[in-house]
């Protein structure tokens, strides 16, 4: 059984434990509202309140901070393998960065950039970079020695042996660490959302929130927990296509 199969089938037995809680322990429904009335409540949304819209706006700014947080954290990550003096000096900084509260962050970035994109694509960003770094100052830096050995021997450029050697035996770990960075983009992005913004998932979250409307609620964590999964199947396919022979199992 394939991997999507195996997906939609715990899927599908999710939703049938939600109804049958639903159904069996006859929980309100302002407490927990049954599939059927989350979907409707997402059709209503999607016919009334733009919901495409609210979540295009979302995506947009999830991949957009992940791609730059990702670039960002592998190029540091490798400047970091090369020179360990610049690690020592930059750690710090982006200890206190990456461990100060996203929370607390969020209300400053749009105190400086406004309700647009900004702080929410520079949030998503922040919380990408780190996980990417680590990935690749783990997979640049612990290279085996007799392969850098052998590229010197052999007379290579750097730049041939970034290609057919650092980059190589780089990717495993920048994947774990970009896997890990994509849950929690979403969760940044919609945190600075609900911290102040005039339309994304986050927006609509608040508004359920503060309306007691717990079907909208759930749609929209629904949403948000497929977008979340939806980027870390891309990056799993990412990873099938780049080193098929860790991906066989």
């Known amino acids: 059984m394939n991997a999507p199969i195996r997906a939609l089938l715990s899927l599908a037995g999710f939703v049938l434990l939600w109804w049958g809680a639903v159904w069996g322990?006859?929980?309100?429904?302002?407490?927990?509202?049954?599939?059927?009335?989350?979907?409707?409540r997402l059709v209503f949304l999607a016919v009334n309140a733009e919901l495409w819209r609210h979540t295009t706006t979302t995506l947009g700014q999830i991949l957009g901070g992940f791609v730059i947080?990702?670039?960002?954290?592998?190029?540091?990550?490798a400047a970091f393998a090369r020179l360990p003096r610049l690690e020592r000096l930059f750690t710090p900084v982006i200890l206190l960065v990456?461990?100060?509260?996203?929370?607390?962050?969020?209300?400053?970035?749009?105190?400086?950039?406004?309700?647009?994109?900004?702080?929410?694509?520079?949030?998503v960003a922040i919380v990408t970079f780190f996980p990417a770094m680590t990935?690749?100052?783990?997979?640049?830096?612990?290279?085996?020695?007799?392969?850098?050995d052998l590229a010197q021997i052999v007379g290579l450029t750097a730049w041939q042996r970034l290609t057919r050697i650092d980059l190589p035996f780089a990717v495993p770990p920048i994947v774990a660490g970009l896997r890990?960075?994509?849950?929690?983009?979403?969760?940044?992005?919609?945190v600075a959302e609900m911290m102040g913004a005039n339309r994304g998932l986050g927006y609509l979250l608040?508004?359920?929130?503060?309306?007691?409307?717990?079907?909208?609620v759930i749609g929209v964590i629904v949403i948000l927990s497929l977008t979340g999964w939806g980027f870390y199947e891309l990056v799993r396919f990412a990873e099938a296509k780049?080193?098929?022979w860790r991906t066989k199992a």
């Open 180 to 190: 890990v960075a994509t849950t929690q983009a979403v969760t940044a992005a919609v």
């Open 98 to 123: 990456q461990t100060a509260p996203k929370i607390a962050i969020a209300p400053l970035l749009i105190l400086w950039l406004g309700l647009g994109p900004g702080p929410k694509i520079v949030l």
């Open 206 to 216: 608040t508004a359920g929130q503060e309306s007691s409307d717990s079907p909208a």
């Open 135 to 148: 990935g690749a100052l783990t997979g640049f830096r612990y290279i085996a020695k007799a392969y850098r």
């Open 242 to 244: 780049l080193i098929p």
């Open 69 to 77: 947080g990702a670039l960002l954290g592998i190029g540091t990550g």
């Open 25 to 40: 322990f006859a929980i309100p429904a302002f407490l927990l509202p049954s599939p059927g009335a989350v979907i409707d």
